[in-house]
Every structure is written in C-alpha cells, then in structure tokens.
C-alpha cells in the first residue's frame, strides 16, 4: 500500500456559486444599512442623529484607510491619518452647521461655505506637511493621493448627512430612498449581467461589467424608485412620479460609474476587492463605491429641482 504524499497540496475550495454571491452581497448590504439607518428610527431625534452621524464618520474612517491602502501599495507615501482627522473634522463640523441653524434658510448656506473654506485649508495643510517630510521625493503624489482620499470618501459621504439633515422627516426618507435605488442598481446590474451579459463595458478595467447589466441596472432601479414613491404615500416632501422616474435613470447610471472608478483603483493597486470583512462584498469600498457619488447627485437634485 502506498503511503500518503506529504506534501500534496489541499483541494482548492470550491468557488460560491452565483447565487451564494448574490445571496451574500444582499444580506451583506441589509444588514450593514440597517445598523446606518435604524438609530433615526429607533431613538428618536436628538439621540438617533447623533448615533448617525457617528456610524458615519466610522464608515468614513474604515473606507479611507483601505484607500489610502490601495494608494500605498504602488510605493506611494500618503499622510493617512492626517486625511482620517480631517474627514473627522469635516462630517462634525458639517452636523454643527445643519443642527445649530436647524430650521433656517442658512443653514446649507452655512456648511458649504465651511466646507470650502476647509477643502482649502486641508490642501494647505498637506502642502506645509510635506515641507517637513523626511526621505519623501514624491511630495506631489503624497499631497495628491492624500487630498484625493479626503475628496472621494468623506467629503462625498458628507452628502448622505446634508440630505438627511435637509427636510426633518423627509430627509430620512429620501437617505432610504436614495440608497434604496442605488443598491437596486447594483442588484439590476449584477443578476442581468450574470445571466445574459455579453457584450463588455469596459474589460480592461471590470471584465464582469456588461452592457446587458446596465440595462438590469436602469430597469431595477426604475422599478424600486417608483415603488418607494407610492409607497411613501406622500411623505417625501416635493416628490412626484416625474422625479422618480427622472432619478431612477440618474441614480442607476451614476451608480454604475462609481462601482467602475474603484474597480479602476483597485485593478491599478493590483487588489481584487477593496477588503475581506464584508461576505460577498469584500472591503467597505465595495459597499460604498455606488452610494458615494450617488449622494452629491441626490443633494444637488434634492435641493435645486426638488425644493
């Protein structure tokens, strides 16, 4: 009888099915949503804004640093948590703002201003950083990739606070209706794609991304934002099957660009998935990537047309 290899190699595991995947990214999505959201309604007021916030800047903390993970794995040096404090700084000086002229016309006027003010005083700040830097010939991409990741993390993740501080009740409801859509997208995309995607959007940068699932992206979100219309039964202040329509198409389209811009950053660090916490989704990039440049379209859509 012939002994056993030593040295044989374990069985590769098997790969998730299709199905598991979806299954995954689903209650993956769910779950972690529902921590974000749940404290506006389960605590009240005051107590549940503030417990928003806070889930926020921690999903602004974990996002940046895989970020700035990714932009280091090149070699490049980025002053990571001097962009950690300062995205810190930004989501609760914005709350201040939004809370402290609640209920005045000012009040919007008043964090956008900050916020360019303090974009301005951030770049400046890196600049000054850098002079003092020690053995660091790549000043400029430092200053650049750090800024970057400010720009792409917190400061667009900003934007879910301004809609959800926008009209009291219906703020909340527009963050529910705005992730809604955009998670629908993704599903649209995801379920399309797999079953009859052909033809490639972009292979050299998401060999899975296919123009079929852009259409199952438009279509599902289309789907879910006028659902969530009727639904709300009016509660959404200023809403109209017109501008559910109109978002639904926005949203679905603005969705699929932000899963490929961090496919494009992932692919040139050399990373599948952005991290490995999150089942079937990956890092918490991969949960955020549709969300974050879906929320400056919402608020700018929210505000100028909506209001």
């Not at 932000?258 to 040139?268: A, N, P, V, W, Y």
Request: charged content about 10%.
């Amino acid at each position: 009888m012939s002994e056993p290899k030593e040295n044989a190699a374990p069985p590769a595991a098997a790969k998730p099915s299709k199905g598991k995947v979806f299954l995954y990214r689903t209650v993956s999505t769910l779950l972690l949503w529902a921590v974000v959201l749940s404290p506006a309604l389960l605590y009240g007021k005051q107590l549940g804004d503030y417990f928003f916030v806070i889930i926020l800047m921690l999903l602004s903390v974990l996002g940046l640093l895989e970020f700035y993970k990714l932009a280091s794995s090149k070699g490049h040096l980025c002053f990571r948590w001097m962009g950690v404090f300062y995205g810190l700084v930004l989501l609760g000086s914005t709350y201040y703002y939004l809370t402290a002229y609640w209920g005045k016309n000012a009040a919007h006027s008043r964090a956008n201003d900050f916020e360019t003010a303090f974009l301005v005083l951030f770049l400046l700040g890196l600049c000054v950083r850098q002079l003092f830097a020690k053995n660091n010939p790549q000043g400029i991409f430092s200053v650049a990739l750090t800024f970057l990741g400010l720009m792409y993390v917190p400061w667009l993740l900003n934007f879910v606070q301004k809609i959800y501080f926008f009209t009291g009740v219906s703020g909340i409801l527009y963050v529910f209706y705005f992730i809604l859509v955009t998670k629908f997208s993704d599903m649209g995309a995801y379920l399309v794609g797999s079953l009859i995607g052909k033809h490639k959007v972009i292979p050299r940068i998401s060999p899975g991304k296919t123009w079929e699932g852009l259409g199952g992206a438009v279509l599902f979100s289309l789907a879910g934002s006028v659902c969530f219309f009727y639904f709300s039964a009016g509660h959404m202040h200023g809403m109209t099957l017109q501008h559910a329509l109109i978002l639904g198409v926005i949203l679905s389209g603005t969705a699929v660009v932000g899963d490929l811009i961090e496919s494009l950053f992932k692919r040139e660090a050399g990373f599948k998935d952005s991290g490995a916490f999150l089942p079937g989704i990956g890092g918490m990039l991969d949960l955020l990537d549709s969300i974050l440049f879906n929320a400056p379209i919402m608020y700018l859509y929210l505000r100028h047309v909506i209001m």
